[in-house]
């Protein structure tokens, strides 16, 4: 089932750049503002290097999400994620999205998350071809472009994902949303949109300023997210 929430520009907040002793008043600040997707990035200190959170901060934010109508939009940096997909479909994930180098099986994992009642997202690394998502075109309702290599916020936006993301996007089926995750700032994300992007996540320029909520509504005007 794809959410109709993917349907038009949406920016995404990241988590991961939260001051987590604020974690639920900034999650809300960004929702009043108009935010419809909250990205959350869970890493196992093995797929990347930082060990960060798991399915318990995903059913932590699950009641303050539903009140606004918003997903939550959880990306997997984890090896072998068809092990703990249906602890994050459980948790309340709307979208889990794994890593095409992250296990051999990636259309049953894929097939896993649908079966959890999720949507099911296919991300992959700056350096792995895009020829993956014409394998699994019919398995995924949305396509996550790494704009930096995963594991770290606050990294400088890789320019060659402008090329690659207009290779990307014709091997999409028809309403599979095509997402840019990495140093997404407004001039980045501009510039990801006439490349095809739909989804523009963001943690330093939402969650790690000083006003997330005005710094959402910047990116968002930026990008044509309705904010609501
Ligand atoms: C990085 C994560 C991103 C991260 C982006 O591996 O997947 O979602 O939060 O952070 P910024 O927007 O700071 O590049
Ligand atoms: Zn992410």
């Not at 600040?29 to 935010?35: C, M, N, R, S, T």
């Not at 909250?38 to 930082?50: E, Q, R, S, T, Y």
Request: some cysteine; charged content about 15%; glycine content about 12%.
């Amino acid at each position: 089932m794809r959410p109709a929430q993917l349907a038009q520009p949406r920016v995404a907040p990241s988590i991961l750049a939260a001051d987590f002793s604020q974690l639920g008043a900034q999650v809300r600040d960004v929702l009043e503002a108009g935010a419809r997707i909250i990205h959350v990035d869970v890493m196992d200190g093995h797929f990347v290097p930082p060990i960060t959170m798991g399915p318990l901060a995903v059913g932590a934010l699950r009641g303050l999400t539903s009140e606004y109508g918003a997903l939550l939009d959880v990306h997997l940096m984890i090896e072998r994620p068809e092990h703990q997909v249906s602890e994050f479909t459980r948790a309340g994930a709307d979208i889990v999205t794994i890593h095409a180098e992250s296990t051999p099986h990636l259309d049953y994992a894929l097939a896993e998350i649908r079966a959890g009642g999720a949507a099911a997202g296919l991300a992959v690394c700056p350096s792995t071809p895009v020829t993956v998502y014409g394998e699994v075109a019919a398995a995924i309702d949305l396509a996550l472009c790494m704009t930096v290599n995963p594991g770290w916020g606050g990294q400088q936006f890789i320019e060659a994902s402008i090329g690659k993301l207009a290779r990307l996007a014709p091997l999409l089926a028809e309403g599979v949303a095509l997402a840019v995750d990495g140093g997404i700032a407004p001039g980045t994300a501009e510039r990801c949109k006439a490349a095809g992007a739909g989804v523009f996540v963001a943690g330093t320029a939402v969650l790690g300023t000083k006003d997330p909520a005005g710094s959402y509504v910047a990116l968002a005007e930026a990008v044509g997210d309705p904010r609501r």
